[in-house]
């Protein structure tokens, strides 16, 4: 095992990052492809069928035990791909083709760049401290993170424009304010995360990473989850996250039902599966950042950080206190969580309806905007208080005020619903 | 007359729409675990309910004999002309169906035409053709979906016989008594 950590720390940093870049992508590019088989599989079970449980390809007929898999559906998730590669390919006379050609690719990149900044798990060095695994370990990370998964929806609006027809152009007209409604909410959401975070006296920092680490910290406060801190802001970051995917019940860009397949009408074979994986990817990508701020990351539970875990595992053999296996095991937490919050994404959208549109602006500019700045000045309120000490009186005029203002927002007959 | 629906307003846990979803959320979960309500079709066929209009048969009683008699009634009423019967004599080398005069040298039914109605079964003095369970037919050319006597029999098999109207025959006439 030694010997491949030495032959890993020989290579050139470059041909390193080239490898792990292509590693990462070589696991996103297939867990997008598999996203959508569990879809399939997903809404069947809750719609009371069995779901594509036919596909087996003849060569492997034999093996035993092979046709639970193939109930599972395994092997669709290969006729996919292979339909997806080799149909033919149209290309609409009417449209415009390079910006046409050139939106999917666009849905790619940010899908894949973004992954660059969320760290995937950690291992403990030597000398104990965690070291997170991430590509580019940058103290921005969250506003890389956002900076460039927003750039997603130029490929919407590009996909809806060059296409030259009206339903595309439509979806990606509300995809694209959809977004910039929803973005706001997002952001503000995960100011008071890092407000927290960034203690007076501190690094200033936005990564991620450190989100994690203080989410792992000993004590009842420090290893307490940020969902748990903050579930107002937890609750607001992840319905603008299902906004941002294009999730039902936000699916407005798609919207099939009014719109016949949204921006992406006029694409077929490899250039729809682009932005289909583009879409899992950009949920994995948000699950992921989701878990990191509010879920604790790679810790297997709350108050359980990984490196008590390592402890534990260093008291039965102190071979699985290698980082290795210390790394795979944090990124096997890791890889669930998020798969995990991928179920929850199928589970909303076979649940939920879709939202009408004017419900899906309402919604983000009249419900979340106000809830989430509430919720970034309770925050910044309590932190000035916390840090500074301002006692008793600070934290119980704190309390009227947001219980006022919470029964002013609630019992006010005149505020009646809207949706 | 007019009347007014009383519009009540959400109670606090509509409003905040949440709750709603994680309710709907728990039903979805629900049936996430709860058996399958579909039937794998081609695998799994469904049970046929007792009275089912299925593809029209030809029958033989429980004799083996052929019960049409070539009366043609089920061609007259069938309303869209699905089926085509050309009558023959019955073989004199065939004793055990001497107590008819004819029967179908030809017997088609046009699936292509045939709407499933019924009237041919309701028809037919003999009980001789009946809707039975097959309730799929496919075929690559017009030809193929059209049943012949011989498919119409293999398809129809035999039925168990309600009246044995024709042993009550032979009885009432070694009897004496011919109108029965
Ligand atoms: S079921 Fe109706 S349509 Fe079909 S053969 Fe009989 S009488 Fe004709
Ligand atoms: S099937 Fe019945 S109705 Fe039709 S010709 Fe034969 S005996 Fe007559």
Known sequence: MSAIVELWNSLHPVLQAVIKGLAVIGVIFPLGGASSLAERKVSAWMQGRPGPNRALPFWVAWVPGISLLQ???????????????????????????????????????????????????????????????????????????FAVSSLGVYSLILAGWASNSKYPFLGGVRASAQLISYELSMTLSVIPVFLWINVPGGEGTLSLAKAVEFQSQPGFLGGMWFIFIMPVAAIVFLVSLFAETNRLPFDMAEGEADLVGGFHTEYGSLKWGLFFV??????????????????????????????????WLGAVSPVLT?????????????????????????????????????????????????????????????????????????????????????????????????? | MAYVV????????????????????????????????????????????????????????????????????????????AIRITPGEVPADQPQRAHVEKGPQAFDIDMLRCIYCGLCQEVCPEEAIFLQNTFSMAGYTRAEMVNDKAKLYELGGTLPDQHFKWDKKKAAEEHGNAHH
């Open chain 1, 71 to 145: 109930r599972l559906g395994v092997f669709h998730l290969m006729a996919d791909g292979g339909k997806m590669f080799f149909k033919e390919d149209p290309l609409p006379g009417h449209v415009n083709k390079f910006y046409f050609l050139l939106a999917p690719v666009v849905a790619m990149i940010p899908a894949l760049t973004t992954v660059t900044a969320v760290p995937l798990g950690a291992y403990v060095d030597e000398a104990g401290r965690v070291v997170p695994l991430i590509l580019a370990n940058v103290d921005i990370g969250l506003l890389a993170v």
């Open chain 1, 278 to 311: 583009a879409e899992y990817a950009h949920m994995m990508i948000g699950s992921a950042v989701f878990i990191l701020l509010f879920l604790g990351g790679w810790n297997p539970l709350p108050w359980i950080p990984l490196s008590l875990v390592v402890e």
């Open chain 1, 322 to 419: 290698h980082p290795i296996i210390v790394g795979l095991l944090s990124l096997g937490i890791f890889v669930g969580k998020v798969l995990g919050m991928i179920f929850v994404f199928m589970w909303v959208r076979w649940t939920v309806p879709r939202f009408r549109y004017d419900q899906v602006m309402k919604m983000g500019w009249q419900k979340l905007l106000p809830l989430a700045i509430g919720n970034l000045l309770f925050y910044a309120a309590a932190i000035a208080i916390r840090d500074l000490q301002l006692g008793v009186a600070y934290w119980a005029a704190l309390a009227v005020v947001t219980v006022a203002a919470t029964w002013a927002i609630f019992a006010n007959p005149l505020q009646k619903p809207a949706l």
């Open chain 2, 6 to 81: 009383e519009r009540k307003s959400l109670s606090l846990s509509e409003r905040l729409y949440l709750p709603q979803i994680v309710a709907g959320m728990k039903v979805t979960l629900k049936h996430l675990f709860k058996p399958n309500v579909t039937l794998e079709y081609p695998d799994v066929r469904p049970a046929i309910p007792p009275g089912y209009r299925g593809v029209p048969t030809l029958v033989k009683d429980p004799n083996g004999r052929e019960k049409c008699v070539s009366c043609q009634l089920c061609e007259f009423v069938c309303p869209p002309k």
